[in-house]
Each structure stands twice: as C-alpha cells, then as structure tokens.
C-alpha cells in the first residue's frame, strides 16, 4: 500500500564532492534519509519502467537504508531493482552493473574511507545511466528539492530478503538480488591477462599481500586474486567486511594501512602489497620497501597500457585532477596523447571518459580509473599492476626507477590538516586568497611565483564551470604548492595542502619525498600561517 508520508525540509543535504555524507546518527534521524531520496527520485523525474542500482559498501546503516530505499522506489514507481546479495556492491562493481543491464542509475551507499560504525559516517549518492556520479547540474537539482520537500512516498511493507539471489516482489516493483562480485569480476578477465598473472602465482616466488581493511573489497580481492588467479591463500587480508571495518580508518594510505605497510617492510618484505578503501575505489600500491605514488601509478599505468590486452590498442587520453602531480602529463605528451587537469572528483572524468577523449584517468588521493566504469576502481588498479609486473618481471621499484629514468620524477606529497575550525580553515584560505593577487612575479625562496589563482574549470564537453576549485601557487620551474578545503569531510574543515617538485631525468631521482620537498614545505606552511593559527605541530596525515 502506497502511503504519501509529509515531512519538513533538513539543513545542509547539499551533496559534496561525492554524494551527501553526514555521521549515521544524522541520516538515522526519522525523514532524514527519506527526505533526500525522494529529493533524488524528483530530480530523475518519471520513474515508471525505470530500473534502478542499490548497494553499498556494508557499513554500519546500510541494511536499513537499503530497505527504505527499496520501499521507496517501489512506491515512486520504479519497475525494477537490481541490488546486491546482502546489501554490498562496491563503488566500481556499481558503476559496472549500472553499464553492463543498461540500468536508469544507481544509488550508491558508501562515505567512502571515512570510518564507519554507529558513531561513524554514512553517505549516499546517485549515480546516473553511464555509471558514473551525478554531475553538479544534477546534484544542484536534488539539493532545491531537499530544501522545499513537503512529502515522500513509501510501501507498507515487510522487509526485502537481501541474502536471497534471484526475483522477489515489492509491491509492483521486480527485485533482483544479483551475486555483488560476478560481474564485476567478469569484467576484469576481460581486461587483464588471466594466464599471465597466473603463471607469474604459479612460480611461487611472487608473495603479494592485499589488505582489504575489513572493508567492501574483501569478497572481490578473495575471488579474483585467490580463487581466479592463484595468489596463495592468506594473501587478501582482512577480508570480511564488517559494518564498522573493525574500527578502523578503512583508507588505504601509509598512514592507515599499517598492517600492510608493516609486511612491505624490512628483510621479508613482500614482492606486492595494495590495499584498497571502504568502498573500493580508491587502491595503494607498495613494492617491497618502495611506496608508489597515486600520481606516479596512474603514470606507469599510462606508459606500460600497451602490455595489458584491455588496452593494448591505444590510449585516446589521459585526465588527472589539478592537484595530482603532472608525472601524467609527461607520459601523454610522449605518446602524443592529450592530458586533462579536472577539478578534484571523480565526477568530473564522466563527460571526457564518455566522449572518448579520455581512457584513463586519476588523483593523487589513491584514485585511479579507466573507461571500463564510470568510478575509479581499487582492484582494477591492483590488476594493472599485476599484469604489468607479469609481463616484465621486475620489482616495482625497479619500474618506477626505470620510469623516473625516462620522464623525470614529479616529486609529490599531500599534506592534512584534518579536524580544524571552520572559520580557522576559511580564514587561511581568504587570506590566502587576498595574497595571491600581488604574489605574481615575486621571489619565495628559490623560487619565482609565476602564476597564483583559484583554479576554475570549463567543462570541453558541455561548457559547464567550476569555480574556486583550489589555490594554486605555480613556480616557473614547474613546481607547485596548492591548498584546498575537502568537501567530504563531516567534522570541522580539512585543509590540503599539496606539495610538487620536478626532478629531469638526469638528476639524483632517490631520495625521501618529505626532505626533497622540505624548502615548499616550508614555504606553504609559512605562506599559509597553518601551523600558527591552528596550534598544531604539524599536520594529522602525510600522503
Ligand atoms: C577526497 C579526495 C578526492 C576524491 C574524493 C572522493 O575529496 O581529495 O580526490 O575524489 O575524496 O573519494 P576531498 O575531501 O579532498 O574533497
Ligand atoms: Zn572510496
């Protein structure tokens, strides 16, 4: 029975850099969650025969909202639902079933690598046909509505069995609970060589170890790397996802990955380490004793693609938001291949990846992408390396050191400062702002500032804008220092704060990224006043 259920406006379900994100004690609030579903259901408009996506990454909350969900789609008129066994469809694995049955969309429940629990964060976003996030114009047109919302519509009716694979009823709406891994995993063979990483396990002498993190890619990381691909049993850890990732910051960095980060390390270190974050789009990838840059992997990614059978034809592009490092850029310019600077968010790859101009893609926060979905895909990462490691059997270090050989090394590292004021955190940015204008042409230590602004973006597809997307502080040697508020962040503000400096190929390229980057560092934190004004040592993560 369709019941129309009247309800009031909340502040603040503006989405942010990647859907709405709030504590679970906020979305638990009665109409909370409700309210901005059906503001997603009025943005999609008529939702008769539509068919749409649900899952999440199985943190704390995503049952129930699963159920809510479910009732109300039924009651807005969708024709059908394909959802997750349990619930659980990582961000890519969404992406993906979203493309491959041609589906209306997708609601995607994750907050990603914030930590979750009863105590921690929920989120929810929409997805749209081409798999990928709902662009801002979208997002803006759920937001009107959540602010003028009077009713929602619902079901009375019992509970969908999400453990069950196959057709159920809810009310006039066709449930199918599909297997979360299957497609996604078929859609891997279909891109790396198999055999290859095979026989590379077969030899034995290749230990890799992938941390899950209690997180969504537990179940994935089992079946490819284990089951398809032989890695050795015990090689995926922490693989059973719980609902508060076992209490951890489910962020796949050296700070929060320690356990791997620990196995990577000293005389027994493993061949290859990755771990990948709560919802499973985000990737780490360690050699032993070597970390390698976001930035860098979406580099090598880019100038070994020719090894992997899914691309072995070519690259149309490449895309990097603007604060990951230019390593990317100098690999397109010697395959000939155009290279985009995107604002920060995954959203923003969608229109290039759909016009073609792009096949990869990625950020300097552990996102790395292709054409294969519209998100991007920690595993998928993973297996690019693997089958690169495959074909030319040398360490990691080894390829990354041959990399920096051929186009230099882009010396990179972000640093946050989480948990600040907000008024503190504003306040750092305006007058950062207010400094910029006369900056321009001026010396800072070694260096000449040859452009400072706020980084604006035009979409080339629909001419779309973006504005205010992060200061940037360029120095006529290439080198960069950009500062940005997160717009994921649920508690205070986050500053970033991130650091680049171009070493040729014919420089000294080892050395610790925090001592080559010491004099911008320094620079950034005295431009900025960060330490000063928050009282703080230092910042909370260095990646
Ligand atoms: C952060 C990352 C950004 C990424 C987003 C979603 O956003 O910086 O690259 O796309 O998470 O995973 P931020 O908190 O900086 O707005
Ligand atoms: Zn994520």
Redesign the pocket.
Known sequence: MKRHIATQPFEGQRP???GLRKKVTVFQQPHYLENFVQAIFDTIGDCAHKTLVVGGDGRYYNREAIQIILRMASANGFACALVGRDGLLSTPAASCVIRKYKTDGGIVLSA??NPGGAEGDFGIKFNMPNGGPAPESFTEATYARTREITQYLTLAHEDVELGRIGTQRLGDMTIQILDPVADYAELMESLFDFDQIRALFAEGLFNICFDAMHAITGPYALEILENRLGAMPGSVINSVPLPDFGGGHPDPNLTYAHELVDLMQGANALDFGAAS?GDG??NMVLGKNFFVTPSDSLAVIAANAHLVPGYRDGIAGIAR?M?TSQAADRVAEALGIPCYETP???KFFGNLLDAGKITLCG???F?TGSNHVRE?DGLWAVLFWLNILAVRRQSVEAIVLDHWRRYGRNVYSRHDFEGMDTDTARGIMADLTARFETIKGKSVGPYVVANADDFSYTDPIDGSESHGQGLRLIFTDGSRIVF??????TEGA?L?IYLEQYLGPEADLSGDSQELLAGLIDIAYRLSEVLMRTGRGGPTVIT
């Open positions: 942010g850099t990647s990603s690598h974050d789009d985000r938001s604060p920060t968010g995954w950020e300097e926060s996102g991007k940005r508020l997160s717009g994921t962040g986050t970033r």
